[in-house]
Nanobody, 124 residues
Framework: QVQLVESGGGLVQAGGSLRLSCAASGRNIEAYAMGWFRQAPGKEREFVAAIDRNGAYTPYADSVKGRFTISRDYGENTLELLMNSLKSEDTAIYYC?????????????????WGQGTQVTVSS
């Protein structure tokens, strides 16, 4: 079992940057693929970015490609999301997720473990 705790959310002006972090605890964290999802008010939770267990494959949603960067630190068992050039449409609760399945997934159902989320608000 893995526990995930997100941090780093906040209020930022459009064009600014934020770095989200997800602290993972439990056994064999390095065996998990991990991802970021977000959910805006009144909308479905959507995929943002993911990284496989080896850190070799990092798919992104088209809406964030070129602006967001996902990374993981195996020594600290953390997952990060660097968000640049933020837009008002990036406003959402951001969730960290983890999966023991092979490869990397972009669907919510692929992930068995979720954090509680951190709020990101981008003002225009």
């Amino acid at each position: 079992q893995v526990q995930l705790v997100e941090s780093g959310g906040g209020l930022v002006q459009a064009g600014g940057s934020l770095r989200l972090s997800c602290a993972a605890s439990g056994r064999n964290i390095e065996a998990y693929a991990m991802g970021w999802f977000r959910q805006a008010p009144g909308k479905e939770r959507e995929f943002v970015a993911a990284i496989d267990r080896n850190g070799a494959y990092t798919p992104y949603a088209d809406s964030v490609k070129g602006r967001f960067t996902i990374s993981r630190d195996y020594g600290e068992n953390t997952l990060e999301l660097l968000m640049n050039s933020l837009k008002s449409e990036d406003t959402a609760i951001y969730y960290c997720a983890a999966s023991l399945m092979s490869g990397v997934g972009t669907e919510k159902s692929w992930y068995a473990h979720w954090g509680q989320g951190t709020q990101v608000t981008v003002s225009s």
